[in-house]
């Protein structure tokens, strides 16, 4: 039941952390890298699977919800989607490589939906860049660097 439990957590706290809601996975996978109880691998692919599955959400937020903009309900202020579509056109898909940069990161997934970006390329950039965070955390934490 741990690791049902664990892995559960686990990608739940990195998919809901790579939409808008606030929430912080690295601390989830820092404990149960600590905890030991479970294979390291296995860890590293959860929560890299729940954290970009985060992200596609807001590629589609981006894709098909754009004219809602100015609802006030909408998840992105108008200034920080503005600031991400500017950026976004300035340095293009090569800007999801900081995906995974608290802050900046979810607004530069849903900009990228809003402009279009291919879901393939999309994807591709943003496994890199929330794998790759995940992949330092793990090695840090294990004292691998």
């Known amino acids: 039941m741990w690791e049902v439990s664990g892995y559960l957590g686990l990608f739940l706290s990195s998919f809901i952390a790579a939409t808008f809601l606030p929430m912080q996975s690295e601390a989830v996978l820092v404990a149960l890298l600590l905890a030991g109880k479970l294979p390291v691998m296995t860890l590293l692919v959860v929560a890299s699977v729940g954290n970009v599955l985060g992200s596609v959400v807001n590629w589609l937020l981006g894709r098909y919800v754009e004219r809602w903009r100015d609802r006030r309900w909408f998840p992105v202020p108008a200034d920080k989607l503005q600031k991400a579509q500017v950026a976004y056109q300035r340095y293009g898909y090569w800007s999801l490589l900081l995906s995974w940069v608290p802050v900046i990161g979810d607004p530069l997934t849903l900009a990228a939906g809003v402009m279009r970006e291919p879901f393939w390329r999309f994807l591709l950039m943003v496994t890199l860049a929330k ?9 840090i934490t294990l004292n691998w660097l």
């Not at 794998?131 to 090695?139: A, D, E, F, K, S």
């Open 131 to 139: 794998t790759g965070r995940y992949l330092v955390l793990t090695m």
